[in-house]
């Protein structure tokens, strides 16, 4: 087979029914791939600038909360009712933790945890509380917006669907 | 003795009828062969045989027939949704025969006492559908633009005439004075099918992010 023709027929191949069992395949594996372990999201709202802006585009990786279990830092997507609106926000405090803010800054039992991601001033001010077992606390790297205004708190680990790949 | 001629003729189509899959017919055998198979009555197993097209397209539509004649509870459940979407929702300039159109539809909609249990608040409402539609019409009153999306629902029939829904609530829009409305909430809903219909009996408001 010349080269032309192997061009030829790669952009436009013969319909067999190896080659239709073969798309019929790929289309499965994208549809899992894309709907269960890669899920894409579109970023929107600014409650985690300047880490994730608005209107930037990502993909959740799923397997990463199946595996492992969330950390303080990391960032996670929290499902509502399903994967089509999920809220993007970091993890600040993990079960049994006290999470206070006191003048902008995040105090962890006591201690004042360094957050280098938070870049916009913040006068927060938020009395103690207890993190439930099996549950995270997260709170959104953009703090320079009221305190009433910014979507945040307690939430299930049920509820962390995965990770943002980049 | 012409019309004994003209039946033996029919007979004669019918045979090469018969032979029309093996030789190459031409367009006139073609007629010949539609009005014979409608004549003679072939089974729906012979026609599906001749035309395997037509018979295809003719079961997608009964199927597409029966599924909107007959629709299921699931779907009479969700067009509910469907329709409270619609009406809450307000197009940038919408005329006021639209809005008193949507007013007349919404009360509709609900239970005689639709429960309301909001986390902020600790004790339930009951409201009526009079109540909640003047609710609705006072709400959309101060947006010129308002979109209410229902996505990822999840309906289950705990009873025979009861049906759960979780879901995620999706209301956006523009108030008048400029301000953006953008709110995301979780929501599980209760409705009850009374007489063939079914209504909003509850909607409670599930906390994802507890401060």
Redesign the interface.
């Known amino acids: 087979m010349t080269s032309k023709n192997r061009l030829r027929q790669f952009f436009f191949p013969s319909i067999t029914p190896r080659f239709l069992l073969r798309v019929a395949g790929v289309a499965l594996a994208a549809y899992l791939a894309f709907t269960y372990v890669l899920i894409p999201i579109h970023i929107?709202?600014s409650s985690m600038e300047p880490t994730y802006h608005n209107g930037s585009i990502n993909c959740c990786w799923t397997l990463s909360a199946l595996f492992s279990k969330p950390q303080r830092h990391d960032v996670v997507t929290?499902r509502?009712?399903?994967?089509?609106?999920m809220?993007l926000?970091r993890v600040v405090a993990l079960e049994g933790e006290r999470i206070e803010f006191r003048y902008g800054k995040l105090l962890v039992d006591g201690n004042t945890i360094e957050e280098p991601y938070v870049k916009y001033p913040c006068n927060w001010n938020?009395p103690p509380r207890q993190v439930e077992q099996d549950s995270v606390y997260?709170v959104g790297d953009n703090r320079s917006m009221p305190i009433e205004d910014h979507?945040?708190?307690?939430?299930s680990i049920k509820?962390i669907v995965g990770v943002p790949l980049w | 003795m012409v019309k004994k001629e003209s039946q033996e003729q029919t007979r004669g189509s019918i045979q090469t009828s018969g032979h029309g899959y093996l030789s190459r017919p031409t367009s006139g055998q073609v007629g010949q062969r539609g009005r014979t198979s409608l004549r003679s009555g072939l089974s729906p197993l012979a026609l599906v045989k001749k035309h395997p097209v037509i018979a295809v397209l003719v079961f997608i539509l009964s199927v597409l027939a029966v599924l909107t004649l007959f629709p299921s509870e699931e779907k009479k459940v969700k067009k509910q949704f469907e329709i409270l979407s619609r009406v809450v929702s307000k197009e940038p300039g919408e005329n006021v025969i639209t809005t008193a159109r949507k007013a007349h539809e919404i009360a509709p909609l609900f239970d005689e006492n639709c429960e309301l249990i909001i986390p902020e608040d600790s004790v339930p409402a009951y409201v009526g559908p009079g109540e909640i539609a003047s609710y609705a019409l006072r709400g959309r009153a101060q947006f010129s633009d308002l979109s209410l999306k229902f996505v990822d629902l999840s309906i289950m029939f705990p009873e025979r005439r009861t049906a759960k829904v979780v879901l995620t609530a999706k209301l956006s829009g523009k108030a008048v004075n400029g301000d953006r409305l953008d709110e995301t909430r979780e929501v599980q809903c209760t409705l009850k099918k009374i007489k063939r219909k079914w209504f909003f009996a509850a909607f409670e408001v599930v906390e994802v992010l507890k401060k």
């Open positions: 929107q709202g929290v509502f009712a399903g994967h089509r609106v809220l926000k938020l997260v979507h945040f708190g307690q939430t509820r």
